[in-house]
Nanobody
Framework: AVQLVESGGGSVQAGGSLRLSCAVFGYTYSSYCLGWFRQAPGTEREGVAAIDSAGTINYAESVMGRFTISQDNAKNTLYLEMNSLKPEDTAIYYC????????????????????WGQGTQVTVSS
């Protein structure tokens, strides 16, 4: 069974940094897309960043230049380095996986991903 486990969330002041990790277990597709999403209370789930097995990377405009997505294939782990955090970045962050390659710009819709982690809370105070 495929399992995604996030870690690294927490509380930080505005301007600070956090690094989220997502350990991926049991995912054997040769072509894949891994993504980070977030959801704040009362809002829809929003795509933050995504990376696929062809090396394509896309970011949401709201995080471009501040967040960096990366992966360590040897450790089967996905990362999201978040710098210059703002209070509006406060949300539960989820990692997701799907057996496809990205086409075009932007983070794919959440419905394209079939596997999800349980989420990790990120809170940014002003």
């Amino acid at each position: 069974a495929v399992q995604l486990v996030e870690s690294g969330g927490g509380s930080v002041q505005a301007g600070g940094s956090l690094r989220l990790s997502c350990a991926v277990f049991g995912y054997t597709y040769s072509s894949y897309c891994l993504g980070w999403f977030r959801q704040a209370p009362g809002t829809e789930r929003e795509g933050v960043a995504a990376i696929d097995s062809a090396g394509t990377i896309n970011y949401a405009e709201s995080v471009m230049g501040r967040f960096t997505i990366s992966q360590d294939n040897a450790k089967n782990t996905l990362y999201l380095e978040m710098n210059s955090l703002k209070p509006e970045d406060t949300a539960i962050y989820y990692c997701a996986a799907g057996p496809f390659l990205m086409i075009g710009v932007g983070v794919p819709e959440s419905t394209a991903f079939g596997y999800w982690g349980q989420g990790t809370q990120v809170t940014v105070s002003s």
